[in-house]
T-cell receptor
Framework: AQTVTQSQPEMSVQEAETVTLSCTYDTSESDYYLFWYKQPPSRQMILVIR??????QNATENRFSVNFQKAAKSFSLKISDSQLGDAAMYFC??????????????FGRGTSLIVHP | DAGITQSPRHKVTETGTPVTLRCHQT?????MYWYRQDPGHGLRLIHY???????DKGEVSDGYSVSRSKTEDFLLTLESATSSQTSVYFCATAGTGDYQPQHFGDGTRLSIL
């Protein structure tokens, strides 16, 4: 079974600085998708960024980027120029590619990000 | 967004009563999921559906049942609510295309006294 591990229950960062949230996963599949979701205090789950395993290039969405290392099974999220609105719980998720059977993502337990003004 | 509506948004009930939570989607997504979220546990899958009348158990299905009679509706029932089922419940959907993330409802906060 796939597992997703977020080893940092809580992280903090100063406004305008950069922070990296770590995520590792365990799988025997070669094709899969990885996601980062943000959950602010409003409780909404918001997709931040996604990565296809067969793509070498790291995904980027504005101030959010990932460092995807397939061999190491690592998928970290970098937030640049942190803003107060980035304060949230962040979840890493894994999902097998279509045709691989399951459409059930596996989630990590989350990292709570605190942003200090 | 995927147009997911969960109802009710908040509910307080007593131990031993049945409770039904509803998830309604407008995007015609094939897959629907029910999760519970508790501090320190992240999101845990209760049940999921891969089509009308096609459902299966997740990792924490004991004490819960689901039904999906239409593509757009997925109901979660707590047959006899217990205090351990106090939680925030999320519904999610996903399409069948490549690269599809899940889309989430806004959650239901359920308190069982």
């Amino acid at each position: 079974a796939q597992t997703v591990t977020q080893s940092q229950p809580e992280m903090s960062v100063q406004e305008a600085e950069t922070v990296t949230l770590s995520c590792t996963y365990d799988t025997s599949e070669s094709d899969y998708y990885l996601f980062w979701y943000k959950q602010p205090p409003s409780r909404q789950m918001i997709l931040v960024i996604r990565q296809e395993a067969y793509k070498q290039q790291n995904a980027t969405e504005n101030r959010f980027s990932v460092n995807f290392q397939k061999a190491a099974k690592s998928f970290s999220l970098k937030i640049s120029d942190s803003q107060l609105g980035d304060a949230a719980m962040y979840f890493c998720a894994y999902r097998r590619a279509p045709g691989g059977g399951s459409y059930i993502p596996t989630f990590g337990r989350g990292t709570s990000l605190i942003v200090h003004p | 967004d995927a147009g997911i509506t969960q109802s009710p948004r908040h509910k307080v009930t007593e131990t031993g009563t049945p409770v039904t939570l509803r998830c309604h989607q407008t995007e015609n997504h094939r897959y629907m999921y029910w999760y519970r979220q508790d501090p320190g546990h992240g999101l845990r899958l209760i049940h999921y559906s891969y089509g009308v009348k096609d459902t299966d158990k997740g990792e924490v299905s004991d004490g819960y049942s689901v039904s999906r009679s239409k593509t757009e509706d997925f109901l979660l029932t707590l047959e006899s609510a217990t205090s351990s089922q106090t939680s925030v419940y999320f519904c999610a959907t996903a399409g069948t295309g490549d690269y599809q993330p899940q889309h989430f409802g806004d959650g239901t906060r359920l308190s069982i006294l």
